[in-house]
């Protein structure tokens, strides 16, 4: 092993000597110098676009392909990776990057916090589930959906009882969903049940929140309507999405088969938040109606 490795570095050196005679000294400087035509200590040179950037991020990476614009035509109907390229058996520098720069924002959206400066400006108050930590929220879901003790203490020391509906705020799998869109559409949603004579419980914000713990929520709260905006799991195009929950009086043992749903709601690519809030207390409204959510409402609303 160790003549293997003498041998190889005796083949380097005599490489490294004949580029020398050829001219070629750039190729045996020590690493830390800089390259020719630039500055010691100057900045390396990016000779690529930023990948992110609208205008680079839906550009085709095949190189003469056969049928420029079917190619076109089919990458404009889908958000997935088409048409991207590769160089040799591997991806093209741009398309790797810009996955790897997405894949940075989805996790930066887990992993993130909502912002206190959301929480203050929309005045809500901040309870947990029994969920301790973020690792322990992506494993154990079951306990994303349920209050902790002094959650349900605080709400019902805090929260107005038996409104007509009652909305409550969670981080879900999306903190930057939050940021974004709930300063956005809370106050759509907010004017519009007030516009309907509708009355509306106490808002709050939960930490570390799964769709199912409105069930413990609105045990304590008794709503005709429990709504939880939540965010959604992030994907590498869009993580930054919420979606709307809300149930016929929540509680324990209701199901997805008794909630409704609006999802998607973000400014990129997906149904903008002031639309969303509209939607939302329409739907709100047509809950109350019927008396139903879910299957029954469909099934109520359809007869």
């Known amino acids: 092993m160790d003549q293997a490795n003498f041998d190889i570095e005796a083949i380097v050196q005599a490489v490294l000597a004949e580029l020398r005679k050829q ?16 500055p ?14 609208p205008e680079y991020r839906r550009a085709l990476g095949v190189e003469h392909p056969q049928d420029l614009e079917g190619l076109r035509n089919l990458c404009a109907t889908t958000t997935a990776r088409l048409g991207v390229g590769r160089a040799g058996p591997r991806p093209r520098t741009r398309a790797l990057l810009l996955f790897q720069s997405d894949y940075g924002v989805t996790q930066d959206a887990i992993y993130g916090e909502v912002a206190p400066e959301v929480l203050e400006k929309l005045h809500l108050f901040k309870v947990q589930t029994q969920v301790a ?47 974004n869109n709930v300063p956005e559409i809370y106050p759509v949603i907010e004017q519009g049940l007030k516009s309907a004579g509708i009355s509306l419980g106490t808002p709050f914000f939960i930490q570390y929140a799964r769709v199912g713990v409105i069930n413990d929520v609105n045990e304590i709260i008794g709503a005709d ?79």
């Open 40 to 53: 010691a200590g100057a900045e390396p040179v990016i000779d690529l676009p930023d990948p992110t950037l």
């Open 225 to 303: 309507v429990g709504v939880i905006l939540l965010g959604e799991r992030p994907g590498l195009g869009v993580a930054d999405a919420l979606s709307a929950y809300l149930g016929y009086r929540p509680g324990p043992g209701k199901t997805d088969a008794e909630r409704d749903v609006v999802c998607m709601i973000t400014y990129h690519g997906g149904t903008n938040p002031l639309e969303a809030g509209a939607y939302v207390v329409e739907l709100i409204k047509k809950t109350l109606q019927y008396r139903a959510s879910g299957v029954e409402l469909k099934l109520k609303a359809s007869s």
């Open 23 to 38: 001219g070629g000294m750039a190729v045996a400087a020590a690493p830390t110098a800089a390259p020719a035509g630039r």
């Open 133 to 179: 930590d973020r690792d322990e929220y992506l494993l154990r879901p079951d306990l994303g959906r349920k209050l902790s003790a002094e959650a349900k203490k605080i709400i019902a020391e805090r929260c107005v009882k038996k409104p007509q509906v009652q909305v409550v705020i969670g981080d879900g799998l999306s903190a930057a969903a939050v940021n």
